[in-house]
């Protein structure tokens, strides 16, 4: 099939300089959630309409498979449509969807495309308890006859529940010659995409329906309200699939997916965590309170305490990360290692069993295994202008409040005294100290306030 995406609208009531169809849902923009729920039903051609906002919709979404076609200006829902005609293939039907309504599943859209078939026009509609603002499903002997705006029905028409979702699959070469017959008067002086169900009844073409599993699939976009809305329906959709899966959720009101999680078996997660980009935990993870985690694998077993921060890092069976650790791009950790409190890690490897236990920033460094890493030890990696790496040896020792100035090697097995700022290597197995001697002044007085 061809697949139609309308974002040319402007989305007045957001408030905002940017497009409306690039706001953000789950970390994503909403049109990208439209452009993603199509590429799942393989279409052969994939159009986009944009309009309003100029070249910032073409130059964010660009993609090998999407076409882009202009409507300026934004003349109405059947306008929008025209201008991708010369982009489809007359030979397969058009499913037509809107870049401001994320949520549609590919079901409910196989469902509309099923029903079809090659030569139908087919409606996504919904019953409403509330259904102002909508077009209505204009019905004779339970056939579809028409939709009616509301700004164009009468009373009658205005107590109709089912409305128009927006969504449909119109047979292409039909579309065509449907579309060219539009006129825009009507009380918005639109070409509305909706007269092409009064033609094709006219054309004695069958005009049918599906109806989505549930309503939030055909919400829309218009305000912040509504996204704040939608993006809490999406989260707690996210968070019923981790619970089914045996994820256990402190408070499923209380996660944030924005991009993908996967989870193995036993794995749980407390309240307010943020996970963004492409996250992995397997069997037996636990992550704390309050973590924002980004981009990263976390090996079996692996505990995150409280109050993490952890972004394009690999993180080793059983670790034991936090409360209040930072994990910057680059990390890979190892099994059994432990990064505590107010350690900040960054493009560095640390072996099996070592331990940053408080208080150290270890960046651009590898770190053997069984290394003790004192409280206070700081990797000096950047001379202003350039970086460097510190290397430390398996069971190396480096004492609390060290500077390791690279380029620097601590040597297997080495004791580095605590104070001690390292410049040059330290050799395997000994203790290297650089600390002025310890003196105690004899006959010192402490001074004394002068009386004035
Ligand atoms: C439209 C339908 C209405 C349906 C409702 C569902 C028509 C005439 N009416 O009304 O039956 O119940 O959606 O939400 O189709 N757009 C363009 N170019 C334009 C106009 C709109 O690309 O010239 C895009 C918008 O960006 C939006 C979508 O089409 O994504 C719908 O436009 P909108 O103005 O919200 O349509 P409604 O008046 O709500
Ligand atoms: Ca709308």
Redesign the pocket.
């Known amino acids: 099939m061809n697949v139609v995406i ?4 402007m ?1 007045k009531r957001m408030q905002s300089a940017l497009p ?2 690039l706001h953000p849902l789950a970390g994503k923009p909403l049109l990208s959630h439209v452009i993603d729920t199509a590429r799942g039903l393989s279409p052969s051609r994939l159009c986009v ?1 944009y ?1 309003h906002g100029g070249e910032i919709v073409p130059e964010r979404m660009q993609a090998s498979d999407l076409v882009f076609a202009k ?1 300026e200006p ?7 449509v025209m201008q991708a005609l010369p982009h489809l293939d007359e030979e397969v039907p058009t499913l037509v969807l ?4 994320p949520l549609t599943t590919s079901n409910s859209l196989q469902q509309l495309l099923d029903s079809a078939g090659k030569d139908k026009l087919a409606i996504l509609t919904v019953d409403l308890d509330d259904p102002t ?3 209505r499903i204009v019905r004779q002997d339970g056939r579809i006859v028409s ?1 009616v ?1 509301q700004k164009d029905a009468s009373a009658e028409q205005r107590a109709i529940r089912e ?4 969504i449909l699959v119109a047979p292409t070469a039909k579309l065509k010659k449907w579309l060219a017959t539009l006129s825009n008067d009507n009380a ?1 002086g ?1 070409y ?3 007269d092409i169900v009064a033609r094709a009844v006219a054309d004695d073409v069958p005009v049918v329906s599906a109806q989505p599993k549930a309503v939030w699939e055909t919400l ?1 976009v ?1 305000s912040k309200v509504q996204l704040a809305q939608l993006e809490r329906i999406h989260q707690r959709n996210i968070a019923d699939t981790l619970l089914e899966q045996g994820v256990t959720l402190a408070d499923p009101e209380r996660i944030d997916v924005r991009g993908s999680l996967s989870c193995g078996r036993d794995v749980s997660i407390d309240v307010n965590c943020v996970f963004e980009g492409r996250v992995e935990l397997e069997d037996g993870v636990s992550i704390g309170a309050n973590c924002v985690i980004k981009n990263a694998r976390i090996a079996r077993g692996a505990s995150i305490k409280p109050f993490c921060h952890i972004e394009d890092a690999v993180i080793g069976a059983d670790a034991e990360i936090g409360p209040y650790a930072r994990l910057r791009p680059g990390t890979e950790l190892a099994e059994e290692v432990h990064i505590g409190n107010f350690v900040e890690v960054k493009n560095s490897k640390i072996a099996a069993k070592s331990k940053a236990n408080h208080l150290a920033y270890v960046g651009d460094a590898t770190v053997g295994s069984r290394v003790n890493i004192g409280a206070g030890t700081i990797t000096c990696n950047y001379d202003g202008a350039n970086k460097f790496r510190t290397i430390i040896e398996d069971d190396a020792f480096i004492g609390s409040d060290t500077q390791l100035v690279a380029p620097v090697r601590v040597g297997k097995g080495a004791t580095l005294g605590a104070g001690t700022t390292l410049t040059k290597d330290a050799p395997d197995g000994k203790l290297t100290v650089s600390r002025a001697r310890q003196v105690t002044i004899e006959g010192w007085q402490r001074p004394v306030k002068i009386k004035k």
């Open positions: 309308l974002a040319a609208g989305g409306k169809v309409i309009g409507q934004q003349l109405g829902t059947g306008h929008a809107y870049g401001d309504v603002g909508y077009g939709i705006e409305v128009n979702t927006g918005q639109e509305y995409l909706t829309g218009n």
